[in-house]
């Protein structure tokens, strides 16, 4: 597909809206930034970071592509929204590391670099755009046979509806109104079926538990909120 047909600029402009503050950890961002340890910690523990060429796809203000980096991979990181980017591009004059940002739609990338990265990151896309199997597909275009994709969504069932729509945003006050919408979550079942239309092969789905009093988050094997996948593009 065209790549400008698949962004949601509606989406866009709320990420771009919370960017002044993407790095204060009690900001607007407090989640993303509770979260990221356990999505580094997933990814780390199932691939080689250091020296390896990663990709984060739909990086927003940089969190997970700079502590990719600091971990020793070589990072690039995409994503759509302007506003935010310029906050990632910012913060690596304070933070010291390394990361190529780029203003690039997943697809558009695809066809400049097939084959490319040995590690592909997705978290929290999904569910922001019109058409998540074409991200899926040009990411494992992206991939070098052996290398992995990871990605992370929200499930849709009730309990994702109450934690991630009515508790983050309506109660607790976590995430601005109007972050979700239910229908764009992602059940596993068709993230499985994309990835094996994308040529790639499940290895692992786990789910993320998260208190946002305690702001503590962990894995577990109950997917029916947030959870993460795995896959692997056969060598």
Not at 66 to 95: F, K, M, Q, W, Y
Not at 100 to 108: G, H, Q
Not at 159 to 186: C, D, K, N, S, V
Request: charged content about 25%; some cysteine; proline content about 6%.
């Amino acid at each position: 597909m065209n790549p400008e047909t698949n962004v949601d600029r509606g989406e866009t402009a709320k990420f771009d809206r919370l960017a002044a503050r993407w790095w204060d950890p009690d900001g607007e961002s407090r989640p993303l930034h509770d979260l990221n340890p356990v999505r580094l910690a997933y990814v780390a523990e199932r691939v080689a970071l250091r020296g390896a060429r990663a990709l984060d796809v739909g990086c927003g203000g940089g969190l997970l592509s700079e502590a990719l980096a600091r971990e020793g991979a070589n990072v690039t990181a995409i994503d759509l929204a302007p506003a935010v980017l310029d906050v990632a591009r910012l913060h690596l004059h304070e933070s010291g590391v390394r990361v190529d940002y780029r203003e690039i739609a997943v697809e558009e990338l695809a066809a400049e670099k097939p084959g490319a990265f040995d590690v592909v990151t997705c978290m929290e896309m999904l569910e922001h755009v019109p058409d998540p199997a074409s991200v899926i597909r040009a990411c494992a275009t992206l991939l070098e046979p052996g290398g992995r994709l990871f990605l992370s969504t929200l499930n849709r069932t009730p309990f994702a509806f109450g934690a991630a729509i009515l508790g983050a945003e309506y109660l607790l006050h976590l995430l601005p109104r109007g972050t979700h919408r239910y229908g764009q979550f992602l059940k596993p079942s068709e993230i499985a079926g994309e990835l094996r239309a994308s040529g790639l092969v499940l290895e692992d789905l786990s789910g993320l538990a998260y208190n946002p009093l305690t702001r503590r988050a962990w894995l577990t094997a109950n997917v029916a909120v947030n959870y993460l996948a795995c896959a692997i593009k056969p060598a």
